[in-house]
């Protein structure tokens, strides 16, 4: 089976070639003492709005020029202390990452093909798993003592046991019928919801634009027996990123985008609705075309009454970053509020902390942390995290 090569290589190198390609930072102390110069950083330790929230955390960050190994790195909020390269070797040419319970997974896409586990508190390593030669995996959620991963060269979801890590990929759940042209239903996406798995699948063709065959397909897991419940369509095509579960369990947010050559030409962010057993498309929440772009990550707020996302708008001419604005929009649609932000900030991925801080990573340059609601900016330029950051390869807990 021959793996696909990821049609957007990230965001991060821009629309050309990506249309070729076919420990624990919270203790006190300075930005040099950590790791980092601290360049541009305005450390503020007001507590957040929120009573419940903690006064720290911390954000993790994989970041590649897609040429060398990656980095993974660390910052303290709102201390903003960097820990450039925090921990060696976990991360490939094509890192992304998730947050699940205490454990951090970095899933190596395109040509490395694992799932690399880290303890979340002292950011070390747990154990790394293999995902098949070709299998190009995307994401991976976790339900009892099993992970299921998305992958695009696979025919459906994979399983893996963290209990024998030596095993590879101990399952898999079927879901080739979902393209029969060819068996590989492009599933991008898993995300966990109580013991049930959603699973996001793009449904896209072998040519090298990736053309979809027609609207991307959820599929409903049984995490605990690792059985298919049922499936359903999405009202559009190419669902994008990685998928997002509300802090209530009952939906998932799933960006969408027509043409990455025209970002606001179509697509929108579509929320499914998730029940015990049952799944079904409730549409678009907010349109592309309203927000003058795709959406590149988005993340839900602590309280769940508004989600955050960055809209991609265009890509810089010299360096092939992505250019475009951080946006809240109330959680069952409305108005999209854009925030203030300085001229040369270029918001690409995003990650709210427990503490209600936005880290937010700048195309090319680094990642820079705003004060809880977004209202205003603690840092005053990037802060440099080794490399340039990836979509959806950031975190904070």
Known sequence: MTARPPLLVSLSLGLAIALSACGDDNAPGSAADAGGDGAGSEADASPAPDSGAPASAT???????????????????????????????????DPVVRLQGDRLFVINRFGQDNVTILDAARVSLVDQISTGAGSNPQDVAQVGDRLYVAALGAPGILVLDPARPDAGVVDTIDLS??????????????????????????????????????PGVVALIDGARGELIDTAPLTQIRPFGLVQGAPSGDAVLIATVDSFAQPASGGCVERVAVGPGTIES??????????????????????GDQFWITVTTSFDPEDGGAHGDLVSVPAGGGTPVTADLADDFRPMDLAICPTGHLVV??????????????????TSAPLDIGLPPVSNGLVCY
């Open 177 to 214: 019928d979902l393209d029969p042209d060819d068996g590989l239903p492009d599933c991008g996406s898993v995300v966990a919801l109580g013991d049930q798995i959603v699973a996001v699948c793009g449904i896209l063709g072998d040519d090298a634009m990736q053309t979809p065959r027609g």
């Open 59 to 93: 954000a993790f960050a994989v970041a590649t020029d897609f040429f060398t190994a990656g980095v993974a790195s660390t910052v303290s909020v709102p201390g903003l202390e960097v820990h450039a390269d925090a921990i060696e070797g976990v991360a490939s040419t």
């Open 282 to 303: 409730d549409g678009c929440v907010v349109n592309n075309a309203d927000l003058g772009g795709f959406v590149s990550a988005l993340a839900w707020s602590r309280a």
């Open 361 to 378: 990573s700048d195309a090319t340059r680094g990642v820079r942390v705003l004060a809880p609601g977004a209202d205003r900016e603690l």
